[in-house]
């Protein structure tokens, strides 16, 4: 595939607005800056790596954030990995795609913060 048409497509599901226009260019910008290989690998990496058998071997508090509006990873992998997970609290926000931090931030610093204050 070539790098900057799916760096367009990564970007465009991670800014999906009107809005978002800014970012959505950074982000295509920084991810055609990548060497094609390593991302390819990285990507290849990504999509084949399976740990749903080791989620019950972490003892350390989790936090899992899902955006409400996520076309990139389903709720329910979301829902799957906190529950698979001993103890992980699930938190969705809406009004929110993949990039939560930067969709909802105020919200999403309020949930992280609330979370590492319980937990410290």
Request: hydrophobic letters at 45%.
């Amino acid at each position: 595939m070539n790098p900057a048409f799916h760096a367009r497509l990564v970007a465009e599901e991670l800014f999906p607005r009107p809005g978002q226009a800014g970012l959505r260019r950074v982000a295509f910008q920084r991810l055609c800056a990548n060497d094609p290989a390593a991302y390819r690998a990285a990507m290849m990496a990504a999509a084949c790596y399976d740990g749903r058998r080791d989620l019950g071997r972490i003892r350390a508090p989790t936090l899992v954030v899902a955006g409400l509006e996520d076309t990139v990873v389903p709720l329910r992998a979301k829902e799957e990995l906190a529950s698979g997970i001993p103890g992980a609290r699930l938190i969705t926000i809406p009004r929110s795609g993949h990039a939560t931090p930067t969709d909802q931030p105020v919200m999403f610093n309020r949930t992280l913060l609330d979370f590492l204050r319980q937990h410290s």
